[in-house]
């Protein structure tokens, strides 16, 4: 509807013409156009169906050319903006139309720019239903805005937003609150900075903060708790104090009360938790009988299902640690691990299956799918790898890592197994190591074995105490004991033999039954593979008797150390003593030679009967120029069959000759042995030196008394001297202190009271100057010298007074 105001502008129009012309209007005031009767209270009314009232009209540059317009003069204007415009006393001003109210049966024509429902000035927008407060949109700093019937009534603070019917109702101080869904936050007082979306939502709340629900009575009976985030139809719709706690699902965490910092994501994760803390729970049913168990982690649908008082304990996967009622501190990952254990605790699962089966065990961990599957109440196992210890029940201490290893132990324990099938088929050995692919794979009751290296100790059933280190080494043993096997293919070949230590490349490859020997060596071998307590140490070094020890191969040219070689020599294990060596006979008889070594000749010996590979013949090339300078070198010695010969012409029975064992056996001596006799020899040759003795002894006697002589003039020159005056006499030169010096010394000395010049000049053992002194006053003195930059060593300091030398002493300096 458009209302104008052309009848308000005629009348004061006319209003004006009635001043100057009040003779026109009838006695009663009003006058009448088209009409006989004009309205009284009127002073001119107009009547006609036909014809209207027509302001002037005139253009814009007309209009403000009217001379002294008066207030209310009122034109059409027909160009820049046409319409009708009045004369305020200051400018002209347009009549614009008023826009029609909001209709209740709806409104067309609209526009959005400039049609709306509100306020135009400094207000807030109120709603009312059954005239109570049902909305408010506040413009000011309060920031608060409601839509619902009784929503925000009582606030009082700022920021806060209500949507839904009597949500946060009973609000007073409470701020930063939003509310959607009746009766969220329907009692609401004091609490801030919390969230509640849908039907009943946070509905308890009074002073509880932070708190976020979104779900139908999410947080329902939470009156002071904080910090709370509830997604789902009634998630931790009992709590009443607990803070920190974050439910996601259907009844997520739906019975607790007070209990803080727990997480639950899920359709009933944490369902039955009342005081438990800080569980996390991610997957439907996760940790749904828990009641007062803390600190445990659940991720998997059913992940500790039945943990009721457990602590601290971590599933991740469908079904992991389903059963575990009291057991703490687990950890499983994958699918069923752990299903089974109630009470066990400390076990680490990582695997399909791993350690599914487990009840009461304690302490395990179990990596790899099928891991420890089957153990029930072994304790303190390491599994890694899948199938590792995979059939183990009640086996303890074991530790399994890769593929296979351990699969069918039972119940052996403290065994170790690292590598693809190392130890697969033990059951009942214990205390073995096995590190390396297929390393004591058979083995099924040996105890106490450690392997080390790809196929070692492959074939050992029982054996026990046997240590191997390096590829094949130990390979073929069967029921050897206590051998110690370092090195690729070491004692590769031993079967039943015991007490073996072989260290180094194919070291003791040749023995099969011996025992008690040992090989340190590339290559240290034995000629024969049953011998007894031989000892071959060095590269190729080689062993051909029992009770023999053999060091270095044919190419080496020295042996030694920096001290002797001790030989067992204590008086009160020595029995039939005899003083019968001989002396210079058996030396005289002895033949000193040179001689150089048959190299190939010895190789051939030592190689007599071995079947030799590939790598012994390639060293063999390798060796060839070490092995042509062997035999180039020159050697001061004897021949043992000669030394042999010598000491039975005399009837001596001499030790140091080694015989062989056998005729095929190599000669050797000792040549420490040749002490004894050379002493004895000696011994001999003092006794013929003994008569010659007492003419040496004459002949010093008369040399003592030539000395003596000499002594005496020297005491009588000394008396000359001083009974004639010299002013040298008087000069001092001391030993410097500290002597040996390390960092500084000082130099004490004493001059007459006359003198031309003195000097104390330091020279190194050489003689090279090293520091000079010039001393200028007379009586005693000293002088310091800084040592710490010389060498350790031997200098001299010299006194010269007057240009001669009147001392002269040694100094040491050390570090």
Request: hydrophobic fraction near 40%; glycine fraction near 12%; proline fraction near 2%.
């Given at each position: 509807m458009k209302t104008?105001?052309?009848?308000?502008?005629?009348?004061?129009?006319?209003?004006?013409?009635?001043?100057?012309?009040?003779?026109?209007?009838?006695?009663?005031?009003?006058?009448?156009?088209?009409?006989?009767?004009?309205?009284?209270?009127?002073?001119?009314?107009?009547?006609?169906?036909?014809?209207?009232?027509?302001?002037?009209?005139?253009?814009?540059?007309?209009?403000?050319?009217?001379?002294?317009?008066?207030?209310?003069?009122?034109?059409?204007?027909?160009?820049?903006?046409?319409?009708?415009?009045?004369?305020?006393?200051?400018?002209?001003?347009?009549?614009?139309?008023?826009?029609?109210?909001?209709?209740?049966?709806g409104n067309a024509g609209t526009s959005p720019?400039?049609?709306?429902?509100?306020?135009?000035?400094?207000?807030?927008?109120?709603?009312?239903?059954?005239?109570?407060?049902?909305?408010?949109?506040?413009?000011?700093?309060?920031?608060?805005?409601?839509?619902?019937?009784?929503?925000?009534?009582?606030?009082?603070?700022?920021?806060?937003?209500?949507?839904?019917?009597?949500?946060?109702?009973?609000?007073?101080?409470?701020?930063?609150?939003?509310?959607?869904?009746?009766?969220?936050?329907?009692?609401?007082?004091?609490?801030?900075?919390?969230?509640?979306?849908?039907?009943?939502?946070?509905?308890?709340?009074?002073?509880?903060?932070?708190?976020?629900?979104?779900?139908?009575?999410?947080?329902?009976?939470?009156?002071?708790?904080?910090?709370?985030?509830?997604?789902?139809?009634?998630?931790?719709?009992?709590?009443?104090?607990?803070?920190?706690?974050?439910?996601?699902?259907?009844?997520?965490?739906?019975?607790?009360t007070t209990s803080n910092e727990n997480i639950a994501i899920g359709n009933y994760s944490l369902y039955a938790n009342t005081t438990g803390t800080s569980n996390t729970a991610t997957g439907h049913y996760s940790l749904q009988a828990n009641t007062t168990g803390s600190n445990n982690t659940a991720n998997g649908n059913s992940a500790l299902f039945a943990n009721t008082t457990g602590i601290n304990n971590s599933?991740?996967?469908?079904?992991?640690?389903?059963?575990?009622?009291?057991?703490?501190?687990?950890?499983?990952?994958?699918?069923?691990?752990?299903?089974?254990?109630?009470?066990?605790?400390?076990?680490?699962?990582?695997?399909?299956?791993?350690?599914?089966?487990?009840?009461?065990?304690y302490e395990n961990t179990s990596i790899g799918s099928y891991s420890l599957q089957n153990n029930t109440t072994g304790n303190a196992s390491t599994a890694i790898g899948a199938y590792s210890l995979q059939s183990n029940t009640t086996g303890y201490g074991n530790t399994a890592t890769g593929y296979n290893t351990l699969q069918f132990n039972t119940t052996g324990y403290n065994n170790t197994a690292v590598g693809s099938n190392a130890l697969p088929l033990n059951s009942y050995g214990t205390e073995n190591t096995a590190i390396g692919t297929d390393a004591l794979k058979n083995n099924t009751s040996g105890f106490e074995n450690t392997s080390i290296g790809s196929q070692t100790l492959i074939t050992n059933f029982n054996g026990e105490g046997n240590t191997a280190i390096g590829y094949w080494a130990l390979r073929y043993s069967l029921n050897g004991s206590l051998n110690t096997a370092i090195g690729k293919w070491a004692l590769s070949q031993n079967s039943s033999g015991d007490f073996n230590t072989a260290v180094g490349f194919h070291a003791g490859t040749y023995n099969t039954t011996g025992w008690k020997n040992t090989f340190i060596g590339n290559d240290a071998e034995c000629l024969n593979n049953n011998l007894i307590n031989a000892t071959s140490i060095g590269s190729d070094a080689l062993v051909d008797a029992s009770n023999k020890v053999r060091i270095g191969n044919t190419t080496v040219s020295s042996i030694g150390g920096q001290v002797g070689w001790t030989t067992f020599s204590d008086g009160r294990y020595k029995k039939n003593i005899k003083q019968d060596v001989q002396g210079l006979a058996f030396v005289n008889s002895l033949q000193p030679i040179t001689y150089t070594v048959d190299i190939n000749g010895l190789d051939a010996y030592y190689t007599k009967g071995r079947k030799l590979d590939s790598v012994y013949e390639k060293m063999k090339v390798n060796m060839k120029e070490s092995s042509d300078k062997a035999a180039k070198i020159v050697y001061n010695g004897f021949i043992a069959q000669d030394v042999e010969k010598a000491a039975e012409k005399i009837n001596y029975n001499f030790s140091g000759v080694d015989k062989p064992q056998n005729k095929d056996g190599l000669y050797g001596l000792r040549y420490a042995e040749f002490v004894v006799p050379l002493t004895?020899?000696?011994?001999e040759l003092s006794k013929m030196n003994d008569a010659k003795d007492v003419q040496i002894i004459e002949q010093n006697k008369k040399i003592d008394n030539l000395q003596n002589q000499i002594d005496e003039l020297k005491l009588l020159m000394q008396s000359v001297n001083r009974q004639s005056p010299n002013t040298q006499t008087n000069a001092q030169l001391d030993q410097n202190i500290p002597n040996p010096s390390r960092q500084s010394t000082t130099i004490n000395f004493s001059l007459p009271a006359k003198f031309s010049s003195a000097t104390i000049i330091v020279t190194d053992n050489?003689?090279?100057?090293?520091?000079?002194?010039?001393?200028?006053?007379?009586?005693?003195?000293?002088?310091?010298?800084?040592?710490?930059?010389?060498?350790?060593?031997?200098?001299?300091?010299?006194?010269?007074?007057?240009?001669?030398?009147?001392?002269?002493?040694?100094?040491?300096?050390i570090r």
């Open positions: 104008t105001y052309f009848i308000a502008a005629s009348t004061t129009m006319l209003m004006a013409l009635s001043a100057h012309a009040q003779n026109i209007f009838p006695a009663t005031g009003s006058a009448g156009i088209g009409t006989t009767s004009p309205n009284a209270s009127a002073m001119l009314e107009m009547v006609s169906t036909t014809k209207g009232l027509l302001i002037p009209r005139m253009t814009a540059t007309q209009r403000n050319a009217i001379v002294a317009p008066s207030i209310g003069l009122m034109i059409y204007q027909t160009n820049s903006t046409p319409g009708f415009y009045y004369y305020t006393g200051a400018t002209w001003t347009a009549i614009t139309p008023k826009s029609k109210g909001w209709l209740l049966t720019a400039a049609n709306f429902i509100g306020t135009t000035d400094a207000q807030p927008l109120l709603f009312r239903v059954n005239n109570q407060v049902s909305g408010s949109l506040d413009f000011s700093s309060a920031a608060n805005t409601s839509f619902g019937y009784k929503s925000l009534v009582s606030n009082t603070n700022f920021n806060n937003s209500a949507f839904g019917y009597q949500s946060l109702f009973s609000n007073t101080s409470g701020g930063y609150n939003t509310a959607v869904g009746t009766y969220s936050l329907l009692n609401n007082t004091l609490g801030y900075q919390n969230t509640a979306i849908g039907s009943n939502s946070l509905q308890s709340n009074q002073s509880g903060n932070y708190n976020a629900a979104l779900g139908y009575g999410a947080l329902l009976n939470n009156t002071t708790g904080s910090s709370n985030v509830a997604i789902g139809n009634t998630a931790l719709l009992q709590n009443i104090s607990g803070s920190g706690n974050i439910a996601i699902g259907d009844v997520a965490l739906y019975n607790n599933a991740f996967g469908v079904g992991a640690l389903s059963a575990n009622t009291t057991g703490f501190s687990n950890t499983a990952i994958g699918k069923s691990t752990l299903q089974a254990n109630t009470s066990g605790y400390a076990n680490l699962a990582a695997g399909i299956f791993a350690l599914q089966n487990n009840t009461t065990g004895k020899a000696v011994q050489n003689g090279k100057n090293i520091k000079q002194f010039i001393l200028n006053a007379a009586g005693k003195g000293s002088v310091s010298m800084a040592t710490g930059s010389l060498a350790n060593g031997l200098y001299h300091y010299t006194l010269y007074m007057d240009g001669k030398m009147v001392d002269s002493k040694k100094m040491e300096i």
